[in-house]
């Protein structure tokens, strides 16, 4: 069937629904409501036999609707209504919730229900929520609202009347530092991430904060900022206190976005002298860390878990020596990653458009971030296995490449490709690459540039392992499973081999030529003014809206296989820098 998705962004949500449509043989393309660009002539153009839209912001015009049968996912149970859906929900401590198909109409969220899955909410971030068990419900509602569309014999059920909740606005989401407790501020956070943010005054100006753990050890004067760790501040609460990873500052009429960023680096000199908390990835104290590392029997598990996927040059340091460090125990597999959410997206986009000298921290940062692909490849005397609960992009999916072995949870969405960001690439995939997927399917990937699912990735060669189970569950799953791997009787002589295995490439080509070719790409792309890198950076990180559908979406996108053709006549190490459509959005 030909399917268009409408969409306000090409979001995590949208980026599933695409990718899990095509693996089921329908033909998908995708057209952004924007401003100013009609849809009805949008979906003309197309003639689709039925649209879709996974997160829509807008209402589909009626014209639309009236003439072609449009599907609407609401992030909600049915009889939810209204455009903060997860927001209450998380506010309001609601233990179960879901998602549901409806057939556009008049009414927002009030049409028929061709589909509707429940799922449990975990006490995690709203985007964490969104692009774990609501996707879950998401994805499963689509793939049968869909189903029940082609059956021709499925008949809608009608909702009843029902309210609308309204937009949770600042002044719900408001924190009072001397009234509420850990608990709620922790719920008020994380009802606002990634987006809106909760706004706050901090040090006389006016603030968004993005995100929220609590922490128990430590006290103050409510609203009092406490300490640091890892990037992030503590504020106290009337009962506690609670780590903020990022702030953004609130934007001025007539200015561009604000970025934002790692809380101590948006707050720079503003931010009086504190105690920096750091904790030891192998502590066993519950504190909150965004770096963790713990043991069982001769498995360690390091895991990671940045905002955003995101990877600073700092933390992709502390990253390195936590990985090298793990690399000091005495274990036979070593298992980087796996917790629920990104696994890594690459750079740090946002740090390196505040960054005073942009080209230079763009350099700085892929250089951190190979410094750490090219210790996992280099290391002999383990199997190392990437753990990816959750989404991975561009130099993310790279690292996850340099270990002997991939596991991806079966709602995983990998976008392994840079162009769309103006980028050559480096994170040593020129050898990672070809060397999973041959030369051929690497070349169709990178030029794509489309998502591509876990099971799909899994039959290209990209994932060695699928693993079904909810987000909630994967941690526990890894760990049953590198249990079993470290017990393997095959896993001692597959460690023998290793070393042998990196000698023999380095003397037919060593690793640091690969990385030598990709970083004087890198180098040009970051340092010539021109360069398209700079300005679709730039409308990443603001969330500048795009003047049109980038065409790469546009055309109806068939299924992915090992033996289609590549789109260019190049290599897989000649992927084009220069684009200008933006990176997929999350």
Known sequence: MHILLVATAFNSLTQRV?????????????????????????????????????????????????SCPCLIVHPGPVGDRGPSSLDWAILEGAGWWGATVLQAEEEMDAGAVWASVACPVPPVSKSDLYRGE??????????????????GTYTPRAQGPAPSRPYLDQSVRRIDWDADATATVVRKLRAADSQPGVLDMLFGEEWYLHGGHPEEGLRGAPGEVL??????????????????????????????????????????????????????????????????????????????AFPGGAMSTT????????????????????????????????????????????????????????????????TTDRLVVSALGGNAAAGGVMLALAADEVWCRAGCVLNPHYRLMGLYGS????????????????????????????????????????????????????????????????????IAGKKAELDHQQSKEPLAVF????????????????????????????????????????????????ADPPVSQGTATAAPAEVSTPRPRE
């Not at 000091?328 to 696994?343: A, H, N």
């Not at 995939?429 to 690497?442: D, E, F, I, K, Q």
């Open 427 to 494: 994170e040593y995939w020129t050898y990672t690459l070809p060397r999973r997927v041959g030369a051929t399917v690497a070349d169709r990937i990178l030029h794509e540039a489309l998502p591509i699912s876990a099971a799909r990735a899994q039959g290209l060669g990209l994932v060695d392992q699928v693993v079904e189970c909810g987000p909630q569950d994967f941690t526990a799953e890894v760990g049953r499973l590198a249990a079993r791997l470290a017990k393997h009787p095959g896993t001692r002589s597959r």
């Open 315 to 378: 933390q992709c340091r502390r990253l390195l020596a936590a990985y090298r460090a793990a690399c000091g125990r005495p274990t036979s597999v070593l298992v980087l990653g796996g917790q629920r959410d990104f696994f890594s997206n690459g750079i740090h986009l946002g740090v390196i458009e505040a960054a005073d000298d942009p080209a230079a921290e763009s350099w700085a940062n892929i250089n951190a971030i190979d410094d750490l692909v090219e210790a996992v490849l280099t």
């Open 227 to 304: 300490a640091t760790r890892a990037g992030a501040i503590c504020r106290a609460t009337r009962d506690g206190a609670v780590w903020i990873p990022e702030l953004r500052r609130r934007r001025v009429p007539g200015q561009p976005r604000p970025v934002k960023l790692p809380a101590v680096r948006a707050l720079g000199e503003r931010l009086p002298p504190l105690p920096d908390l750091p904790v030891d990835p192998d502590a066993s104290w519950p504190a909150w860390s965004d770096i963790r590392y713990r043991e069982e029997g001769g498995v360690g598990f390091l895991s990671f």
């Open 18 to 66: 695409h990718a899990e449509l095509r693996d089921r043989g329908h033909t998908v393309a995708v057209e952004l409501a924007l401003p100013g660009v009609p849809l009805a002539d949008s979906v003309r153009r197309h003639a689709p036999q039925l649209v879709v839209a996974p997160m829509l912001k807008t209402a589909i015009p009626r014209e639309v609707w009236t």
């Open 515 to 562: 990385r030598e070719r990709e970083l004087a790409r890198m180098h040009r792309i970051f340092h010539h003014p021109d360069a398209p890198y700079h300005a679709l950076r730039q409308a990443f990180v603001r969330k500048e809206t795009p003047s049109c559908t980038p065409a790469h979406l546009a055309v109806a996108a068939s299924p992915l296989t090992a």
């Open 134 to 151: 609501i996707a879950d419900a998401a994805l499963a509602a689509v793939l049968l609202a869909v189903e029940r569309f082609a059956s």
